[in-house]
RNA sequence: GGUUCGGUAGCUCAGUUGGAUUAGAGCAACGCCCUUCUAAGGCGUGGGUCAAGGGUUCGAAUCCCUUCCGAAUCACCA
């Protein structure tokens, strides 16, 4: 039973009744009926008015007849100018209810051996700090965008490129060695992407520090004030240093690569406890010191195709310019890559290993220009998905006195924020008396899912392209259009159903066709079937909030029903049954939906 | 300066192939509703020149142009 579809397929053979012509779906506009109209859905004419050469009004009309006589959903109809409205029979609606019903993962297409075979690359941290805000919000929205493609039909593979290593890994490196005195994770109980993110902001201090004295002292040498900071910032003995470390790191000098791996293991450690405590996952991880070579080796093929070209100094430089973009530096003098190079190595080393399709790559709007950039460079070394690959392009979160910086210590960090939205979950629950007679495990665990699902839900909701604003000061909502309203509906009905379930009433799956059923029912059972194509919309514009809004709204919309009709107390059976399976498929879909968003939800809170 | 993306209520945000005299939610403010299926809920009140101006047409927050404001980017940083 699909009425949208059926109707939509009905108005295409009323205009070739009415009219003669034939005209293809598309053309045909039906949309939800406001509320302030009578009706589910509503039939725009005016596209048909050139066929039928009639007024919009008498046009409807014509078409109203037709599908009430001929479109068994079609129960009634009324005409508002050139807007048709049509009214679906409540059995329709049932009818509706109950296929649903029998769909336990209503609105998701499964993958094939046959699927389209889609990489997602997200997180993608360096290894010299720990995660913020903003890798948060480019975790959940990777995970919760290979969900959605999966539930589209898609085979997934989650990837992550992790940054480890390059100049700002050998600036932790050596601020531990110089003022570390061997501090450990174990030694100082802190969390190892913490413990190297210290030390990245200590060599920045000394650094900034050494510079602002050089400086000065060239001034009073008489160089320009402008010169002299250039020239300090290069002369500085740390950075010469740190820039020296790098090259015994690409020469493989043993003494520095124990110490970078020593360092690496602490961080992957740290990020593994907080990938986990997010949710998130990954199917094949790479690593840049993997694929840096790599990416030499293609750009050098590149070169002797003639797609690049050397300068004097024997740098290596892609002309971009005919396609209105820069020059565009691929190797340096002294043969070491750059960012580019080491994401061509790795589109290199994936496609080897995946046969993928489709590439998208989860990375802030930032990186705009260099993922333009890289597509056009892929296309021309031979990656057939390179030109169609997709830079799934996030705003930043921003906080109230501007943007996060990790140096400067203005960063929200992830592993206290997820701690404080737990605790602050577990406190509201003790305040509110939700706990009652919960053990200790299930307590924690409510805490938990309902700070995490806040937490997510609060990122998650808001359009992945948009900037969008934390302000530290106020803490998440847990009330309104959050997830823990979501995940409060959804508890709600479990503990209704577990009522029914305790006094023999199972949810059956026999529904009478001629059950009467409210306004309000119809309603909500055609935004639940609305469902399926919120998930598809969602797959093809890459846009897990379509999800997030989809759930509130039903929410709200159930949360009405609920406060205005009676489950349990109802003492017509026919119509008790009904709002049970109603109720059930509400519970059902929100699950579904939020989690595609990788939010759980309580059966209590 | 070039390019890209934004600007909707005091604040945070919906509004997706252009659709209905009255542009929606939440938060914040002020009221009302629990001896009744979980009140993290429901109902109500106030709050807007959809940045500004012009254009396209039956019809524009939505499409086009101009201007203003904001962000990102245009690195031998990743």
């Not at 579904?592 to 759980?600: A, V």
Request: with cysteine.
């Amino acid at each position: 039973m699909r009425i949208e579809e059926n109707i939509t397929a009905s108005v295409v053979r009323a205009i070739k009744a009415l009219y003669g012509q034939e005209v293809s779906e598309n053309q045909v506009q039906l949309q939800k009926t406001k509320k302030e109209f009578e009706g589910h859905l509503t039939l725009v004419v005016f596209p048909f008015l050139k066929i039928s050469h009639r007024k919009p009004e008498e046009t409807a009309q014509q078409i109203g007849e037709w599908l009430k006589e001929n479109e068994t959903s079609v129960q009634d109809f009324n005409v508002i100018k050139g807007f048709l409205n049509l009214i679906v029979s409540s059995a329709s609606w049932v009818a509706l209810l109950r296929d649903l019903n029998a769909d336990e993962e209503y609105g998701i297409v499964r993958s094939s051996e046959k699927s389209p075979l889609v990489m997602i690359e997200y997180s993608s941290p360096n290894t010299n700090k720990p995660l913020h805000l903003g890798h948060v919000r480019n975790n959940l929205l990777g995970w919760a965008l290979a969900n959605v493609l999966g539930a589209n039909g898609n085979r997934v593979v989650k990837t992550n490129i992790v940054n480890d290593r390059g100049i700002h890994i050998c600036k932790s490196m050596l601020a531990w060695q110089k003022y570390g005195k061997g501090e450990t994770p174990e030694s100082s109980g802190k969390k190892g992407d913490h413990l190297i993110g210290d030390y990245y902001v200590a060599f920045d201090k000394y650094y900034r520090e050494e510079v602002k004295e050089i400086t000065e002292k060239l001034i009073a040498q008489g160089v320009a004030p402008d010169e002299a900071k250039a020239r300090a910032e290069q002369e500085s003995p740390l950075m010469v240093e740190a820039h020296d470390m790098l090259v015994k790191w690409e020469q493989n000098d043993p003494e520095v690569r124990a110490l970078w791996s020593k360092m690496n293991e602490w961080v992957y450690v740290g990020f593994n406890e907080t990938y986990k405590a997010l949710g998130v996952s990954f199917d094949k991880i790479y690593y840049e010191s993997d694929t840096y070579l790599e990416g030499k080796e293609k750009v050098m093929e590149g070169l002797e195709k003639g797609l690049f070209y050397r300068r004097e100094d024997g740098s290596v430089w892609a002309d971009l310019t005919r396609k209105g973009l820069d020059e565009k530096l691929l190797l340096r003098a002294d043969g070491t890559s750059v960012y580019m190079t080491q994401d061509i190595g790795t589109a290199k080393l994936r496609f080897r290993d995946f046969p993928i399709n489709k590439m998208i790559y989860v990375v802030g709007n930032e990186q705009n220009y260099h993922f333009q950039v890289l597509s056009i460079l892929l296309d021309e070394l031979g990656f057939e998905w390179g030109k169609d690959l997709v830079h799934f392009s996030y705003g930043m979160v921003e906080l109230p006195n501007g943007k996060m910086k990790s140096r400067e210590g203005t960063v929200v960090d992830a592993d206290q924020l997820v701690e404080e939205m737990i605790s602050t979950a577990r406190r509201t629950s003790e305040e509110l008396g939700k706990f009652g007679d919960m053990s200790e495990d299930e307590k924690n665990e409510v805490a938990r899912i309902v700070g995490l699902g806040a937490l997510k839900y609060f990122l998650l909701k808001v359009d992945a392209r948009k900037n969008m604003m934390f302000n530290p000061e106020e803490s998440i909502d847990f009330n309104g259009n959050t997830g823990p309203f979501i995940q409060y509906t959804y508890a709600r009905i479990r503990s209704v159903l577990r009522k029914a379930a305790d006094a023999g009433f199972v949810v059956p799956e026999a529904l009478l066709l001629d059950t009467e059923i409210s306004l309000k029912e119809e309603d909500l059972i055609q935004h639940l079937a609305d469902f399926r194509s919120t998930v598809r919309q969602a797959g093809e514009d890459y846009s897990p909030s379509l999800i997030a809004n989809y759930c509130y709204d039903l929410v709200k919309e159930y949360n009405q029903f609920y406060h205005d009709f009676s489950i349990l107390r109802e003492e017509d059976q026919q119509k008790k049954r009904f709002r049970l399976v109603l109720s059930a498929n509400v519970a059902k879909v929100l699950r579904l939906g939020m989690g595609l968003l990788g939010i759980e939800m309580p059966e209590r809170m």
